[in-house]
């Protein structure tokens, strides 16, 4: 059974940093990409990064490039979004998902965001000073 687990919840203040965290199982990240993705209230879910198992390729969106960092430990079956320089639009709840991706990283990225199908119960991100 494919399972995920996002944590790293929290309150922080402008300029700060936070790591989130994404542990799976049932899988074996060595096949599966597997991205961040968030959504704000009354916003519609984005895909903030996600990275390839093919090639390791990332891909950020635009708001996040320079600031937030994806990294993953196959082994370990985890994936980290290290987040610095937080900003009060980073505010959202962030949401990890992993597939089969036969495409490049930045398709599954923006096109995964508007899955409609099940996500998990995501990790609170709020940004406020």
């Known amino acids: 059974q494919l399972r995920i687990v996002e944590s790293g919840t929290g309150l922080h203040q402008p300029g700060g940093s936070l790591r989130l965290s994404c542990v799976a199982s049932g899988f074996s990240l060595d096949f599966y990409s597997i991205g961040w993705f968030r959504q704000a209230p009354g916003k519609e879910r984005e895909g903030v990064s996600c990275?390839?198992?093919?090639?390791?390729?990332?891909y950020y969106t635009d708001s996040v490039k320079g600031r937030f960092t994806i990294s993953k430990d196959n082994a370990k079956k985890t994936v980290y979004l290290q987040m610095d320089n937080l900003k009060p639009e980073d505010t959202a709840t962030y949401y990890c998902?992993?597939?089969?991706?036969?495409?490049?990283?930045?398709?599954?990225?923006?096109?995964?965001?508007?899955?409609?199908?099940?996500w998990g119960q995501g990790t609170q991100v709020t940004v406020s000073s």
């Open positions: 990275i390839s198992s093919n090639d390791g390729s990332t």
């Open positions: 998902a992993a597939d089969l991706v036969p495409y490049d990283i930045g398709t599954y990225c923006k096109t995964r965001a508007r899955d409609a199908g099940a």
